[in-house]
């Protein structure tokens, strides 16, 4: 039962990215390319959405590395695609919540890499 519990919530974990990557990835970029192009100093409105594109795809790979690994014993899927999050997290957090700083999403989006830097140890044994 333990070890059902600890997949279940991982996965609603990952279900957050999963949601987020399919709305870019769906939208072809566009669902935050101008949010994007505004705080990177007014870059050009495509590369803004080819970025986000990207960004949706790189959301979707990490999480079904993550998804694979904790569904199918596979610690090396697990720790990558953990690792790609976090490093997905790391960069939304400092492009939309240092400057200017705003405490409650930085917290938000520490928590979740934190969770996601803890993942790969907590479902050792799934």
Known sequence: MKVASVKIASSFLILMFVI??????????????????KKLMNIDLKLSQFIVFSAGLWELIGSALILYGIWNFNSNYLHFGSLMLVIFTIMATLIFYVFPFKHLPFLSNLTTASALFLLPFICVKC
């Open 20 to 37: 987020s990557g399919i709305s870019k990835v769906v939208t072809l970029g566009k669902s935050e390319s101008e949010r994007l192009s």
